[in-house]
């Protein structure tokens, strides 16, 4: 402790002086003022009574010594609830800064944090410089075009990165500035990086495109450091947020304007494959109608639908005109399959709703398959093909088989017309 209480005067270690107070506690201190150690007051006993204070050292007490007197070891009460610390510096307006040089438990650095309030934390940071410099050579740090002194760090938890500074202070709800030896700083002296003080501002930008986290920070020399805080008593903006949010909305505009260009050359390309399949499927129009024809006719259930049969010398017939439909288009529109009974046995039926191009006039047949033959003659999507009808043996007779398949063109109408046949079919 560098001042106790003396006649109500805040006075330095004296040998002479035996009957100073703490200004926590209110208990005697007593002067060492010995040649090794920093000239400092100490309790009687060696429990200390602000829990938050840490052995001073040289580097805490050259931090100090840049500020006014009446802002050093400020003692600061809580008007509430009572509790007292001593903030290592304190400004005429409030503001607090602590130099910490030991490590830290992150409940007490939260409860400083808390009680202070309009804070920033000074962090002996010179046991990690090695490390911070190698990190500088990864160029993951990046400058701000709108003032080069700021940066940031974005950070992919999916890599490996180098981190730039101790893990432990990077979730601070104040800033952060680490000293990697800025004291220590001689002329000539060629670690140029120990030159400045680095900050981490406490807000994190966390909505980059393909990163968790981005770190906001500033890098500023000493000088213009004390002058922040003892002229204006405030610690600089984090501007670095806004240029990140309008990073990421050049970046949005740009991906929305390579998606809409992408979007642009596939309905290019699906138009193309339209146009093409235009001229390739000409024919294809006629089927289009006809399946829409069996659609309407579905609707008014009025759907003529001649019954077809394969006959024991290899035709494909109907069992009222006899015509035969061998080597005749025909597309399988749908198939419902239910129990039947023949001969006292249960057996499932499958019936085959088929749209036949009989020599330029369709007609809807329905014919019956069992069902060993329906996976084998219906492969693929059936309700999408035009198909050779025709017959071949199979064992004492004959069975019906799809020749040379040709996928139609199709449209969502005809998806929504072949959809509606498949449910009505089945329910009719």
Same mark, same amino acid.
């Given at each position: 402790?560098?001042?106790?209480?003396?006649?109500?005067?805040?006075?330095?270690?004296?040998?002479?002086?035996?009957?100073?107070?703490?200004?926590?506690?209110?208990?005697?201190?007593?002067?060492?003022?010995?040649?090794?150690?920093?000239?400092?007051?100490?309790?009687?006993?060696?429990?200390?009574?602000?829990?938050?204070? &840490?052995?001073?050292?040289?580097?805490?007490?050259?931090?100090?010594?840049?500020?006014?007197?009446?802002?050093?070891?400020?003692?600061?009460?809580?008007?509430?609830?009572? &509790?007292?610390?001593?903030?290592?510096?304190?400004?005429?307006?409030?503001?607090?800064?602590?130099?910490?040089?030991?490590?830290?438990?992150?409940?007490?650095?939260?409860?400083?944090?808390?009680?202070?309030?309009?804070?920033?934390?000074?962090?002996?940071?010179?046991?990690?410089?090695?490390?911070?410099?190698?990190?500088?050579?990864?160029?993951?740090?990046?400058?701000?075009?709108?003032?080069?002194?700021?940066?940031?760090?974005?950070?992919?938890?999916?890599?490996?990165?180098?981190?730039?500074?101790?893990?432990?202070?990077?979730?601070?709800?104040?800033?952060?500035?680490?000293?990697?030896?800025?004291?220590?700083?001689?002329?000539?002296?060629?670690?140029?990086?120990?030159?400045?003080?680095?900050?981490?501002?406490?807000?994190?930008?966390?909505?980059? %495109?393909?990163?968790?986290?981005?770190?906001?920070?500033?890098?500023?020399?000493?000088?213009?450091?004390?002058?922040?805080?003892?002229?204006?008593?405030?610690?600089?903006?984090?501007?670095?947020?806004?240029?990140?949010?309008?990073?990421?909305?050049?970046?949005?505009?740009?991906? &929305?304007?390579?998606?809409?260009?992408?979007?642009?050359?596939?309905?290019?390309?699906?138009?193309?494959?339209?146009?093409?399949?235009?001229?390739?499927?000409?024919?294809?129009?006629?089927?289009?109608?006809?399946?829409?024809?069996?659609?309407?006719?579905?609707?008014?259930?009025?759907?003529?639908?001649?019954?077809?049969?394969?006959?024991?010398?290899?035709?494909?017939?109907?069992?009222?005109?006899?015509?035969?439909?061998?080597?005749?288009?025909?597309?399988?529109?749908?198939?419902?399959?239910?129990?039947?009974? %023949? &001969?006292?046995?249960?057996?499932?039926?499958?019936?085959?709703?088929?749209?036949?191009?009989?020599?330029?006039?369709?007609?809807?047949?329905?014919?019956?398959?069992?069902?060993?033959?329906?996976?084998?003659?219906?492969?693929?999507?059936?309700?999408?093909?035009?198909?050779?009808?025709?017959?071949?043996?199979?064992?004492?007779?004959?069975?019906?088989?799809?020749?040379?398949?040709?996928?139609?063109?199709?449209?969502?109408?005809?998806?929504?017309?072949?959809?509606?046949?498949?449910?009505?079919?089945?329910?009719?």
């Amino acid at each position: 402790m560098k001042y106790a209480l003396y006649k109500n005067q805040r006075i330095t270690p004296t040998k002479e002086i035996k009957d100073a107070i703490c200004p926590v506690c209110g208990e005697l201190v007593i002067p060492k003022c010995g040649k090794i150690k920093m000239h400092h007051w100490a309790h009687k006993t060696s429990q200390n009574c602000d829990p938050w204070w &840490e052995n001073e050292t040289e580097w805490h007490r050259k931090w100090k010594e840049h500020f006014p007197e009446d802002f050093q070891e400020y003692l600061m009460i809580d008007s509430c609830t009572g &509790e007292k610390h001593i903030a290592d510096i304190r400004t005429d307006k409030g503001f607090v800064i602590e130099f910490q040089h030991s490590s830290i438990k992150p409940e007490e650095k939260e409860a400083r944090e808390s009680f202070y309030k309009n804070m920033v934390w000074v962090v002996d940071a010179s046991k990690y410089y090695d490390k911070f410099k190698q990190a500088l050579g990864t160029n993951s740090l990046q400058h701000c075009k709108t003032s080069k002194n700021y940066f940031y760090i974005r950070e992919d938890s999916c890599e490996n990165t180098v981190r730039f500074f101790p893990k432990s202070w990077l979730k601070s709800s104040a800033p952060v500035l680490f000293d990697f030896g800025i004291n220590d700083m001689t002329d000539g002296n060629y670690d140029k990086q120990k030159g400045w003080l680095y900050c981490i501002f406490p807000e994190k930008y966390t909505k980059s %495109y393909g990163f968790d986290v981005t770190y906001c920070g500033i890098y500023l020399r000493k000088e213009d450091f004390l002058n922040k805080i003892i002229n204006d008593n405030q610690f600089f903006p984090n501007i670095v947020l806004k240029e990140l949010e309008n990073i990421e909305q050049e970046r949005k505009k740009e991906r &929305e304007k390579i998606e809409q260009e992408w979007r642009k050359q596939e309905e290019e390309y699906k138009k193309e494959q339209r146009k093409q399949n235009q001229i390739k499927y000409a024919n294809h129009k006629v089927w289009r109608d006809a399946i829409h024809d069996v659609r309407i006719a579905l609707e008014k259930n009025n759907l003529d639908m001649v019954k077809l049969f394969a006959t024991d010398d290899g035709k494909i017939t109907d069992y009222e005109k006899e015509e035969i439909c061998n080597n005749m288009d025909a597309m399988a529109l749908s198939i419902k399959s239910y129990e039947d009974f %023949y &001969e006292g046995r249960v057996y499932t039926k499958n019936e085959v709703l088929l749209l036949v191009n009989f020599d330029g006039v369709f007609i809807t047949g329905v014919i019956s398959v069992p069902s060993s033959l329906l996976e084998e003659m219906l492969w693929g999507s059936y309700n999408f093909y035009i198909r050779k009808l025709d017959v071949m043996p199979y064992y004492s007779k004959y069975k019906i088989v799809f020749f040379e398949p040709e996928r139609i063109y199709s449209t969502k109408e005809t998806k929504k017309d072949l959809d509606f046949i498949l449910e009505n079919f089945a329910n009719s």
